[in-house]
């Protein structure tokens, strides 16, 4: 049964890519085709799941290749509860884009290119959750990030191109180091097959095996985010469009995180490098929710909370036990969930007041009670309050962390109990300044200077060359900022900012589209049915992060005995 | 079968100037520097191979004279993504330099403006602190003044009806 379902959510999503670039005239069409494509994917990867729960792991031989030689796809409880997860909240957001494109017309994004691409992205995710080798986890990344850059930079406007180029010089760094791991690991052992290598790189010296293991962290700490490589991510994921940011917070550092759990357990499970990711992890929560606590755009405040709770998981990876595992799993599944839903909150907020920036977001709660409540359930949650997943989650952390016991793990404990408080705080600005606020009383000091950075940004992404060349690029933000600055330091006042008299004003609401409202929902109601589901998906964790302990099942799926080549 | 030295050295090399590119502000030197760094990982990957041999092709060669073919079928993969990227990154350096007239990594203005902030929060400021020209308008203070200004604004948000 494996051998026939395996291969499809990689293959499926690849198929109707082709099928949606060959009728992207009949956007009609097309939207129908990749709604159908995601579904049948999620189909498979709940058949999936289920086999892999009921007989554990399996594994198939991708064009009939003896097995240490050909292309292997291993489907274990993790990949195969990875895959359920990102499948549906990519459906939930295709579903969100569908509605946002059949309400815009054709006017933001190039639709014709948006489906094929997103197939292609979730091609690629699934490629790296199935991935026997190094090198197919490689071209999975590859996949994933081809796909991303052309997602990132869509419609190609001023602030996306400046965003998409970090990012994408960012991605290709870390691919670099990714590669040049997989060759000297390659060097070392003389195989790429990961069920191999997790009995092989343990004969290896142990100076050897910490330059391998640390390379490959590097390369997979930039994908998930984890400080000191996560500067990339506040800067670039806001820009893009809604449905995007969305499905990229959600997914793809994810799928950063898989990798690393997959590099400690099954590679190299020695934990020699535990105690640096534990302080790796301590740094990526408190930066990052210090981060967060500092905006006041919505979105660059919920990239910075994605950074942050990045910390919860390598946390539990790198505490290394059964619990800290399990933890960890079910916090990848509850965290996937959550910020995919949130930063489609943040578009409908987006599209509802005309900005994100919550200076000039204003009563919201009284003007929109559905979008209000849209955003406070997700948002608790995010923060961990009970009985939400987000507590079952923290808390599975915290007690795996006291378990352990070490004064290393407590000092985690209390940074993991600040970040969830801190986070709350950032949450509850948002909530009290963009929804619980008088919609009349936008402070001004902030908004005109915003009002000037968004008559910037919306000069020049109107495809209309700038005369002057740099100077006006670089100069004219500046002077118009300060004096916005100027006029609005000494007191912070007036209402009436005249840098850019609409931007200063809570804007008209503008009513939603059924289907983004309703995607949306959607994914919110999946978000509090965790908390129902708790049980069964926390046992599933539990049994997953026992597999990763052991080893054995995985290799044996592998190569079918216990005695390997 | 000796081992060669101009492999690693080439490789050093290579990485030296391509990560002294990729730090350059100016996009075109990071594409040539992430296309230094490419070529550098690619002669890595195939010198993790071992040492040179025969075309791996079956009946052509004796087996225990062979190059190990799966570097290379790596690297083949690897150069395809490094080509197809370079493409991509060359187009988008073309955009920003169409779009803005330059081609240097931008800075991210929102961080900027956050990072300038004043400590105090516009939210905390009591308007019965200030001068009576700058209270918010429609405080209560400053409503006697200015009744008449204010009258059509009282409903609508601020500005609103400038628009």
């Known amino acids: 049964m494996t051998e026939v379902l395996a291969p499809l959510p990689v293959l499926i999503p690849l198929l109707g890519a082709a099928g949606a670039l060959l009728v992207s005239g009949h956007p009609v069409f097309q939207r129908a085709l990749s709604v159908a494509v995601l579904t049948a994917v999620l189909g498979v990867s709940v058949a999936l799941l289920f086999v892999a729960d009921a007989e554990s792991a399996s594994s198939v031989s991708v064009g009939g290749w003896p097995v240490p030689l050909g ?15 990102a499948s549906t909240v990519a459906l939930g957001v295709l579903v969100f884009a569908v509605g946002q494109g059949a309400a815009d017309g054709q006017e933001e994004t190039p639709l014709s290119i948006f489906h094929p691409t997103f197939l292609v992205l979730v091609a690629g995710v699934s490629n790296a959750f199935l991935a026997g080798d190094l090198f197919n986890l490689y071209v999975g990344f590859e996949i994933l990030l081809m796909a991303s850059y052309v997602l990132l930079t869509l419609g190609g406007t001023a602030a996306r191109i400046r965003g998409g180029i970090t990012y994408i010089i960012v991605s290709l760094t870390s691919s670099l180091v990714f590669l040049a791991a997989i060759g000297l690991v390659y060097a070392a052992t003389g195989t790429v097959n990961m069920a191999q ?11 050897t095996q910490v330059l391998l293991q640390s390379m490959l962290l590097i390369a997979f700490g930039i994908k998930a985010a984890v400080f000191p490589l996560s500067a990339w991510l506040p800067d670039s994921y806001p820009t893009a469009p809604a449905p995007v940011t969305a499905v990229f917070a959600g997914l793809l550092t994810k799928v950063g995180v898989y990798a690393i759990i997959r590099t400690q357990t099954l590679l190299f499970p020695g934990g020699a490098l535990d105690d640096l990711l534990m302080w790796a992890a301590l740094a990526t929560m408190l930066i990052g929710i210090l981060g967060a606590v500092a905006q006041s755009d919505l979105r660059r405040m919920l990239s910075f909370t994605l950074v942050s709770h990045i910390g919860y998981m390598v946390f539990g990876i790198a505490l290394g036990t059964a619990a800290g595992l399990a933890g960890a799993v079910f916090y990848v599944a509850h965290h996937i969930a959550i910020q995919t839903t949130l930063f489609l909150v943040a578009g409908l907020v987006e599209r509802q007041g005309g900005t994100t920036s919550v200076d000039r977001l204003g009563g919201l709660a009284r003007r929109s009670p559905l979008l209000a409540v849209l955003f406070f359930v997700p948002a608790v949650n995010l923060a961990g309050i009970p009985p939400l997943s987000g507590f079952i989650g923290k808390l599975g952390l915290l007690q795996a962390g006291v378990a352990e016991g070490s004064a290393l793990a407590f000092t985690l404990v209390a940074g993991g109990v600040v970040t969830s408080l801190l986070t709350l705080l950032a949450v509850a600005r948002i909530w009290t300044r963009a929804f619980w606020r008088s919609p009349s009383q936008p402070p001004a000091e902030e908004s005109a200077a915003a009002a000037a950075a968004d008559a910037t940004s919306r000069r020049r992404p ?10 006006s690029a670089d100069g004219r933000p500046r002077t118009a900022l300060q004096d916005a600055w100027r006029r609005h330091t000494a007191v912070a006042t007036a ?13 008209a609401l503008r009513p939603l589209p059924r289907t983004m409202v309703g995607a949306t929902a959607g994914l919110v109601a999946l978000t509090v049915s965790l908390t129902g589901l708790a049980g069964p998906l926390y046992g599933l ?25 | 079968m000796t081992p060669t030295i101009v492999l690693p050295l080439m490789v050093g090399g290579l990485y030296a100037a391509g990560v002294y590119l990729l730090l350059d502000r100016s996009l075109t030197r990071v594409l040539l520097g992430f296309v230094l760094l490419g070529n550098a990982t690619n002669l890595l990957v195939l010198s993790s191979g071992g040492p040179a041999g025969l075309a791996p092709i079956l009946g052509y060669s004796d087996p225990e004279q062979i190059n190990d073919p799966l570097p290379q079928a790596l690297i083949l993969t690897a150069i395809v993504i490094t080509f197809g990227v370079s493409a ?15 081609e240097v990594v931008g800075t991210d203005e929102e961080d900027r403006r956050v990072a300038a902030r004043r400590t105090l929060d516009a939210d905390e400021l009591d308007p019965d602190e200030l001068a009576p020209d700058d209270r918010i308008a429609g405080h209560a203070d400053s409503l006697a003044g200015d009744a008449e200004e204010l009258a059509d604004d009282v409903d609508l948000p601020a500005g609103s009806g400038r628009r």
Do not use: C, K
Request: hydrophobic residues 50%; negative net charge.
């Open chain 1, 462 to 471: 109107d495809g209309v060359p700038v005369e002057d060349g740099a100077a």
């Open chain 1, 541 to 565: 964790a539990d049994r997953a992060a026992g597999d990763l302990l052991d080893r054995t099942p995985y290799v044996t799926s592998v190569f079918g005995t216990e005695e390997v080549p």
């Open chain 1, 495 to 507: 209402t009436e900012p005249d840098v850019a008299p609409a931007a200063g004003a809570v804007r």
């Open chain 1, 71 to 85: 292309i292997v796809l291993v489907v274990d409880r993790l990949s195969a509860l990875m895959l359920v997860v």
């Open chain 2, 88 to 102: 991509f990154l060359l187009a988008i350096i073309h955009r920003s330099w169409r779009l803005v007239r330059e």
């Open chain 1, 197 to 207: 290598l997790a009995v092989r790189l343990g004969e290896l010296p142990e100076g």
